[in-house]
């Protein structure tokens, strides 16, 4: 998979940008603050339409062009795989409500045709390797919870299905009970989101135990040579409502198991799950009712890396949860191949500053056959001398780009 071109209107800080780019190594050098990694962003919203990069999409807008009557913000791409040539776009705009209000809208559209947001993952793929994914090991759950959730989303249309209707099920649900918790009523009613929620519930849990069981086995290699044999990488699931566990104390909620504990997931059948989930949400409505939401189910889950048994989020030294973040990166780049047979677009922001050269020259080996791997070094002698020679390089200043080899910057 590759991107052949991109165009750029009063996104971030690139007013207009039109550029081709060439298959293999591309590197984005310049100063701090130029635009670097708002290229990546950039390239990385044609995967879902959204970008773990802003809070919402406004911000995505320039800030000059906010100011117009009429802000818009446009990005295309003309991308391509073994199957041919895509056209990708992605409108982001202000438009008037019959009131007069101005009302913010997406719209995205796949060769000229407007499409879902949610039925865009699977048509480009591309992986981002960002600094801050550290919090991916050190952050909240929900943190691990989105990463799972966007590769398994470009991996697995079923999954991206289950994902939205989930969503949905349970903000409905979630309404109803706090409804319901307010101004009383029949708990029955709850029959119309339970069905649907224990479907789409079900199928993110299995989902989730076979994505993680399959990227374990993939990352527990590649984290081990990037630790020189020293450490062994465990990825460990835990749903929070488990069928493997029996039912809960009063409020629905079950045990605890040890951060550490083995359970295979992988082993139900997805009738069992759904019809265990379902048993589940009745028997615990009451409760959920007096809380006013739903208490356990894949909206809580949890993930946890362990090193040598040591829990990572808990104990883990930056070192390690670094280690950690790019084995999983790693091994969710080979895992997309062997899911879609082609190498998703590679996007690795200030990678090569977090490692010692040995692990730089590491990871630029395994990259190395990748039909497209953009970096960004706001410094180009972080990089390997080889890679800096293969490169096609950019540089980056106020939004605009221009060919760079290393002789322009010291003329
Ligand atoms: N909506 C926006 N409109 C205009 N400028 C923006 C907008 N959002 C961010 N910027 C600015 O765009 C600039 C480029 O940011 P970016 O993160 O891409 O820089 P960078 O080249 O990656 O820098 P660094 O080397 O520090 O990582 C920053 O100055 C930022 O403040
Ligand atoms: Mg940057």
Redesign the pocket.
């Known amino acids: 998979m590759r991107i052949v071109r991109l165009s750029l209107a009063n996104f971030?800080?690139y007013i207009r940008l039109e550029t081709a780019f060439p298959r293999g190594a591309i590197l984005l050098a310049?100063?701090?603050?130029?635009?670097?990694?708002?290229?990546l962003?950039a390239v990385y919203l044609f995967t879902h339409a959204r970008s773990p990069l802003a809070d919402n999409d406004r911000?995505?807008?320039?800030?000059?062009?906010?100011r117009e009557e009429q802000p818009f913000a446009r990005l295309e791409a003309e991308v391509e795989d073994s199957n041919g040539p895509l056209r990708l776009e992605l409108r982001l705009f202000y438009e008037r409500t019959t009131a007069g209000e101005p009302r913010f809208r997406k719209d995205v559209l796949v060769n000229g045709v407007k499409r879902k947001p949610s039925e865009l993952p699977g048509v480009f793929r591309a992986l981002l390797f960002l600094p801050q994914e550290l919090r991916v090991v050190e952050g909240a759950p929900s943190d691990r919870r989105r990463h799972l959730d966007e590769a398994a989303a470009q991996a697995d249309p079923p999954y991206r299905t289950a994902m939205w209707d989930y969503h949905h099920a349970l903000t409905q649900r979630n309404a109803l009970l706090r409804a319901l918790q307010e101004g009383g009523g029949d708990p029955s009613q709850l029959d119309v989101w339970d069905e649907p929620l224990a479907a789409a519930g079900s199928a993110l849990l299995l989902g989730r135990a076979r994505a993680l069981a399959e990227i374990e086995t993939l990352a527990a290699p590649l984290h081990r040579r990037l630790t020189h044999g020293l450490e062994t990488l465990h990825i460990r699931y835990h749903p929070a409502w488990d069928p493997s566990r029996p039912a809960g104390d009063a409020d629905g909620l079950q045990h605890e198991l040890p951060i550490d504990a083995v359970v295979d997931h992988t082993k139900w059948k997805a009738d069992q799950v759904r019809g265990m989930f379902l048993d589940h949400l009745r028997a615990t409505r009451d409760q959920a009712v007096r809380r006013g939401l739903t208490i356990a189910g894949p909206h809580r889950d949890e993930v946890r890396f362990l090193a040598n048994g040591i829990d990572l989020t808990t104990y883990g030294s930056r070192g390690q949860a670094r280690t950690a973040i790019l084995a999983l990166k790693l091994a969710e780049v080979e895992w997309l191949r062997a899911r879609g047979g082609e190498w998703p677009v590679l996007l690795l922001?200030?990678v090569f500053s977090e490692l010692d050269m040995r692990r730089r020259e590491d990871l630029l080996a395994d990259l190395a056959c990748a039909d497209q791997v953009f970096t960004?070094a706001?410094d180009p002698e972080m990089l390997p001398a080889g890679y800096r020679e293969c490169a096609q390089a950019w540089w980056?200043e106020g939004?605009t780009l221009k060919p760079y080899s290393p002789e322009t910057e010291k003329s």
């Open positions: 971030r800080n310049g100063p701090n603050a130029q635009g670097k990694t708002s290229l962003e911000q995505l807008i320039n800030f000059l062009a906010l922001d200030e960004t706001s980056v939004g």
